[in-house]
């Protein structure tokens, strides 16, 4: 059974960082792109980014180009999301996703609020 | 400001078919496949619809979708009520290179 399991999320300050997790099983790791898509509160989703299986392409959407980085380590079969700068408009839930633009698992997501 | 445009409600009753569009432009839905997802309240999303019209193994026939040209859309017959749930649209963009989703259509079953 394939299962995508978030961790890291949490309360963080405007201009702080955060890195979060997502433990992948039930499938080979290391054969998929691997994305994060976003979802704030009460609103559509929004696609983070996402990493090539080798991790040598990484794509990103432009509100967070040069403050996130996603990386992957497939001996570990985990994806990561390193966020830096954090701002009021990064709140939301962040879930991880098997893909590169067809997402056809999610994990549960872990919700990430950025306040003072 | 979503890239894709969905009407943000629609309704129906149980047993009718209903629809939601979704609109883009040459650069997303006029040059790549569409997926849609269904987001039950609380949950993760769910993929629905695959390039364009392809139904993932366990989502049932009464779902399905289409594209033409810069527009697609997703048909829902034989409306239940636990099809009540967000749907959104998504499709890779080429001029914006990123993946764009539809702002969501919240479908209610009265």
């Known amino acids: 059974e394939v299962q995508l399991v978030e961790s890291g999320g949490g309360l963080v300050q405007p201009g702080g960082s955060l890195r979060l997790s997502c433990a992948a099983s039930?499938?080979?790791?290391?054969?998929?792109?691997m994305s994060w898509v976003r979802q704030a509160p009460g609103k559509g989703l929004e696609w983070v980014a996402h990493?090539?299986?080798?991790?040598?392409?990484?794509y990103y959407v432009d509100s967070v180009k040069g403050r996130f980085t996603i990386s992957r380590d497939n001996a570990k079969n985990s994806l990561y999301l390193q966020m830096h700068s954090l701002r009021a408009e990064d709140t939301a839930v962040y879930y991880c996703?098997?893909?590169?633009?067809?997402?056809?698992?999610w994990g549960q997501g872990t919700l990430v609020t950025v306040s003072s | 400001q979503s890239v894709l445009t969905q009407p943000p409600s629609a309704s129906g009753t149980p047993g009718q078919r209903v629809t939601i569009s979704c609109s883009g432009s040459s650069s997303n839905i006029g040059s790549n496949t569409v997926n849609w997802y269904q987001q039950l309240p609380g949950t993760a999303p769910k993929l629905l619809i695959y390039n364009n019209n392809q139904r993932p193994s366990g989502v049932p026939d009464r779902f399905s979708g289409s594209k033409s040209g810069t527009s697609a859309s997703l048909a829902i017959s034989g409306l239940q009520s636990e099809d009540e749930a967000d749907y959104y649209c998504?499709?890779?963009?080429?001029?914006?290179?990123?993946?764009?989703f539809g702002g969501g259509t919240k479908l209610t079953v009265l």
């Open positions: 039930g499938f080979i790791f290391s054969s998929y792109w």
């Open positions: 990493i090539k299986q080798d991790g040598s392409e990484k």
């Open positions: 998504a499709a890779w963009d080429d001029s914006l290179n990123g993946l764009v």
């Open positions: 996703a098997r893909g590169r633009t067809t997402f056809e698992y």
